[in-house]
T-cell receptor, first 112, second 114 residues
Framework: GAGVSQSPRYKVAKRGQDVALRCDPISGHVSLFWYQQALGQGPEFLTYFQNEAQLDKSGLPSDRFFAERPEGSVSTLKIQRTQQEDSAVYLC??????????FGPGTRLTVT | KQEVTQIPAALSVPEGENLVLNCSFTDSAIYNLQWFRQDPGKGLTSLLLIQSSQREQTSGRLNASLDKSSGRSTLYIAASQPGDSATYLCAVPLNTGTASKLTFGTGTRLQVTL
C-alpha cells in the first residue's frame, strides 16, 4: 500500500481490558510516531521510534501505555487496563528524512 | 514549551468565497510548519509544509505563508468549495533533527455552504 495503515479502525473495550493497536508505516520510512487525539482537540504526541529504537516516550500518559516496533517497520501501541479517559483516536504517522509526516486513518478507541 | 493557537475555532462561508485561517506559535525557533486537513472520523492529510527558509508555499487553491519572527502562519483558500469543509490543523515540530514530534493547534472547523 502507498499510505500508512492502522488496524483496527474502531475498537470498543470494556474498562479494565487490554487493547493492542497496530500501525503499518509507509515502506522505507524510518521514523514512526504515535499521537492521541481527544474529541475536538488537536493530536498530542505519545511516542517516537527511529527504526526499532524508541527515542522518545515522553508523551505516554501512564505506565499502562506501551509501544514497540521490534523490526523497525510495524508498530503496536498497547494499553493495559483501559480506563474511560483513554477513549480517543490514536493516530500513527511515519516520515523519511525529509521531515514531512504522513498520517494513517487512526483507530477510534471507546472504553465503556 | 511551544504553544500553537488557531483562530477562528469555527468558520462558515458561502461557496466561492476566499478565506484565511490563522495559526500562531509561541516559540519562533521552528524549522518548518505543516498544515493538515482532517475530515470527520478520518486521519490527517498533509496539505502544505513550509520550511523556515520559505515565506510561502502554494498547492492549487491553497497558499500558506510563514512569518517566523511574528510567530504566525496563514492558510489562504481561494474560491472555496463545499468539498473544502473539514477541520484544518497547523503543526510545528518540537526539536531539530531528522524527525520531530509535532505540536498541533486545536484546529479550525470550516464549513462551506452552497
Amino acid at each position: 500500500g502507498a499510505g500508512v495503515s492502522q488496524s483496527p479502525r474502531y475498537k470498543v473495550a470494556k474498562r479494565g481490558q487490554d487493547v493492542a493497536l497496530r500501525c503499518d508505516p509507509i515502506s522505507g520510512h524510518v521514523s514512526l510516531f504515535w499521537y492521541q487525539q481527544a474529541l475536538g482537540q488537536g493530536p498530542e504526541f505519545l511516542t517516537y521510534f527511529q527504526n526499532e529504537a524508541q527515542l522518545d516516550k515522553s508523551g505516554l500518559p501512564s505506565d499502562r501505555f506501551f509501544a514497540e516496533r521490534p523490526e523497525g517497520s510495524v508498530s503496536t501501541l498497547k494499553i493495559q487496563r483501559t480506563q474511560q479517559e483513554d477513549s480517543a483516536v490514536y493516530l500513527c504517522a511515519s516520515s523519511s528524512f525529509v521531515y514531512e509526516q504522513y498520517f494513517g486513518p487512526g483507530t477510534r478507541l471507546t472504553v465503556t | 514549551k511551544q504553544e500553537v493557537t488557531q483562530i477562528p475555532a469555527a468558520l462558515s462561508v458561502p461557496e466561492g468565497e476566499n478565506l484565511v485561517l490563522n495559526c500562531s506559535f509561541t516559540d519562533s525557533a521552528i524549522y518548518n510548519l505543516q498544515w493538515f486537513r482532517q475530515d470527520p472520523g478520518k486521519g490527517l492529510t498533509s496539505l502544505l509544509l513550509i520550511q523556515s527558509s520559505q515565506r510561502e508555499q502554494t498547492s492549487g487553491r491553497l497558499n500558506a505563508s510563514l512569518d517566523k519572527s511574528s510567530g504566525r502562519s496563514t492558510l489562504y483558500i481561494a474560491a472555496s468549495q463545499p468539498g473544502d469543509s473539514a477541520t484544518y490543523l497547523c503543526a510545528v515540530p518540537l526539536n531539530t533533527g531528522t524527525a520531530s514530534k509535532l505540536t498541533f493547534g486545536t484546529g479550525t472547523r470550516l464549513q462551506v455552504t452552497l
